[in-house]
């Protein structure tokens, strides 16, 4: 009689107040690379009366981007129910030994409960493997001698008279001239710019040469960058480039984006979205160093 009432007693107990035992979440691979696929395991194991969901691609993966996940079928035993998931995740951060935990929403009565599975760690494998190559300049010219026939005093005559012209045209017109030839310079410099830049941009609908038109396009951007503002964005990371600017998070939506079209070979929709966002900056950054020209500030 008292262990008939022990347990029902218990019964009501884990139907009304489950005791939710812990996800198991763990990495399929030691280690990974920067901007390549890595496979995070979740499982699991409940009573087969609880609807348990997974995250999906709108929770927040970081410091990984998600890429899919694939569901394994419920296995059911006298255990329990054990559902299972695998996502596949990339990383383009550059810390050694980079951290991750999911949850599992499990319903009840009233709303859902959050179950988090443990801490799981992967390292980074580096990848500055690559070997340069430089190559030599041979020198192939015949030098032919001339005979010396420089008239000096008409030479020195004529070189005396530019001097003062030039000294008198610097003195009057120096200033603006050298703000003209400024302005003509970053001119010129912006054509070639855009011209560069819009050819990448429709090379990037080329499914055969989508990597590497973006990643050009975004190596011309940062030299461009670099030429405007004189700071060195080519050693920059994400993460640097995206703290100059003051609208750094549509900046860094698109520097990720394009990170992982360069780095995983991930081309989206978004892509081109993301040049045209980059290209729309350097066209601010351009006429912001023009208008500090105008105002004789350079």
Not at 162 to 168: H, T
Request: with cysteine.
């Amino acid at each position: 009689m008292r262990k008939g009432l022990t347990f029902i007693l218990f019964l009501y107990i884990y139907v009304t107040y489950p005791v939710f035992a812990q996800p198991k979440g763990t990495f399929l691979s030691r280690e990974f690379k920067v901007g390549r696929p890595v496979q995070y395991s979740l499982s699991f194991l409940h009573n087969p009366a609880q609807d348990v969901f997974f995250p999906d691609s709108t929770y927040d993966f970081t410091p990984f981007k998600f890429l899919k996940r694939d569901y394994y079928s419920t296995q059911t035993n006298a255990a329990g129910s054990l559902d299972s998931v695998v996502y596949t995740l990339v990383s383009f951060e550059v810390d050694s030994l980079q951290h991750l935990k999911l949850p599992v929403y499990v319903m009840n009565h009233k709303d859902c409960t959050a179950i988090y599975s443990a801490l799981q760690s992967i390292r980074l494998r580096s990848l500055l493997n690559a070997k340069s190559k430089q190559s030599g300049l041979q020198s192939n010219t015949t030098l032919v001698l001339l005979e010396d026939q420089i008239n000096y005093p008409l030479y020195f005559i004529i070189v005396i008279i530019a001097g003062i012209i030039g000294g008198l045209i610097y003195w009057l017109f120096g200033e603006s001239l050298r703000r003209r030839l400024r302005q003509f310079q970053l001119w010129r410099r912006h054509l070639e710019f855009r011209g560069n830049f819009q050819r990448h941009l429709r090379g990037a609908t080329d499914s055969k040469q989508a990597v590497a038109n973006v990643e050009r396009a975004v190596f011309l951007w940062k030299r461009y960058l670099e030429r405007l503002e004189g700071k060195p964005y080519t050693t920059f990371t994400t993460k640097e480039t995206v703290e100059q600017f003051s609208q750094s998070r549509q900046l860094e939506q698109a520097l990720r984006e394009t990170d992982a079209v360069v780095y995983g070979g991930v081309i989206s929709p978004q892509t081109q979205e993301s040049l045209r966002i980059l290209r729309d900056l350097a066209v601010r950054t351009y006429i912001k160093q023009r208008e500090v020209i105008l105002e004789n500030k350079m």
